[in-house]
């Protein structure tokens, strides 16, 4: 699925985390649906911190507006 390399991609680029997990599903007609969750895990992360739970107190957060604008950054570099 070269749609989810690219996506992992600019993630590694702009963000350079030690670990990039993503999981995508979709319909198999091409062009009709694609779902994709992309996990970081940032470098300073330690090594304690589950990677499945972003609540956890030793899991790095983001703020909301940081967030959007990483959202903002993804959708930019998605093929039109």
Do not use: K
């Not at 390399?5 to 030690?18: F, G, K, L, Q």
């Not at 992360?45 to 790095?60: E, I, M, Y």
């Amino acid at each position: 699925m070269s749609l989810v390399i690219h996506i992992d991609d600019v993630v590694v680029v702009t963000h350079r985390p030690a670990y990039v997990f993503t999981f995508a599903v979709g319909l198999s007609a091409a062009g009709v649906h694609l779902h994709q969750h992309v996990f970081t895990r940032p470098c300073a992360t330690a090594r304690d911190a589950p990677w499945h739970n972003a609540d956890s107190p030793v899991a790095p957060q983001i703020p909301a507006s940081g967030l959007d604008a990483l959202c903002a950054e993804l959708a930019a570099a998605l093929p039109s």
